[in-house]
């Protein structure tokens, strides 16, 4: 039976490879699908993983309706086995709904890949919707982890170098390379944390800059507890 199922995370949990992965994987089987995404870090119409692999897409605007896609191809003579929807966080609740018709009424797969929570913690819309329809929700294997080598469980937003909390839910950018150097200004980037060190406002940036400052507790820049280790 067909299946709406979502593969969630946050960023550099290996959410896009493993989309790139299925869809290779369905057509080497001889199925034939769509894939699709939006507001993806590398450009319109693109599939990226950053791994450096990357397809054309399909992308998914807010006045796209997916079934009428969907139900237009078919009738034009197209197979349509399974579809993998990409950065699913930022399509609009009404899509998601019908992805779950696709799903129920057209007997096809449906994979989306999407971030839970921005940076505030906050549930995506689309996220939301996912939870709430899905067959099924899945963490991906590979976990992505804090400065501090502990899983990460949050999107931190990094403006000019600092974290902040507050804006609007939709700025795209993509997880910084960890230099020390200056930032452009304007430069929007994301860090992975766990939640000791999201709510602590703590990037690996902040760890670095106050290492040596007397007014930083030691409890403040150690390594947390990894799971299993002994105090």
């Given amino acids: ?17 493993l989309a790139l992965q299925m869809d290779h994987n369905h057509r080497a ?25 990357s397809r054309d897409a399909l992308e998914v605007r807010d006045d796209l309706d997916l079934w009428d896609l ?8 197209r197979s349509i086995h399974y579809l993998i ?8 609740p009404a899509q ?8 129920d009424e057209l007997g096809i797969d449906v994979y989306a890949f999407g971030i ?26 590979v976990e992505a982890l804090c400065w501090c080598g502990r899983r ?12 902040v909390v507050e804006g609007e ?4 950018g993509d997880t910084g390379d960890g230099d020390d150097g200056d930032v452009p200004v304007g430069t929007v980037e994301y860090e992975v944390l766990c939640r000791r060190h999201y709510m602590r406002r703590m990037t690996s940036h902040a760890a670095r800059a106050h290492a040596g400052d007397p007014d930083v507790l030691p409890f403040d820049l150690d390594l947390c507890p990894l799971p299993g280790a002994s105090s």
């Avoid at 089987?29 to 993983?49: C, H, I, P, Q, Y």
């Avoid at 998601?96 to 799903?103: D, G, M, R």
């Avoid at 839970?116 to 294997?141: C, K, M, N, Y």
């Avoid at 990460?152 to 974290?163: C, K």
Wanted: net charge neutral.
């Fill in 169 to 172: 839910q939709v700025v795209v």
């Fill in 29 to 53: 089987r001889g199925r034939s699908g769509l894939v699709m995404t939006k507001l993806d870090r590398a450009g319109e119409a693109v599939l990226s993983s950053r791994l450096g692999l």
């Fill in 1 to 17: 039976m067909a299946e709406l199922v979502f593969f969630s995370g946050t960023m550099d949990c290996g959410k896009s490879t």
């Fill in 85 to 92: 929807c990409d950065e699913a966080q930022f399509y609009t």
């Fill in 70 to 77: 969907v139900v237009d191809q078919m009738t034009h003579g």
């Fill in 116 to 141: 839970t929570a921005d940076f505030r913690t906050q549930l995506f819309p689309g996220s939301r919707r996912l939870i709430e329809l899905a067959d099924r929700t899945q963490v991906p294997q």
């Fill in 152 to 163: 990460a469980t949050h999107n931190a937003r990094v403006v000019d170098g600092h974290m």
């Fill in 96 to 103: 998601i709904e019908q992805l779950a018709s696709i799903v």
